[in-house]
């Protein structure tokens, strides 16, 4: 999951948390003006480009390139 820049300006930060072993996902909101959100920002894509169809071909692209190469280099 990218860094995800809100309409309001905040910017959720994708995070894996264990706890008692169990590891699971969460998210971190950073607000402007807290002392990671200039290094999130450049990161961060609009939450309204994640809805753009081609955004969406590209990553489909782009992770079945990468899994060709993985599984070619395991075989």
Sequence with gaps: MPYIRRADG?????????????????VETLRPGDPEYAEAERWAVDEADLRDPDRERRNAELIATWMGRHLRRSA
């Excluded at 905040?10 to 969460?26: C, F, H, M, N, Q």
């Design 10 to 26: 905040t910017i959720l930060v994708p995070l894996s948390v264990e706890r008692d072993g169990l590891i699971g996902d969460a």
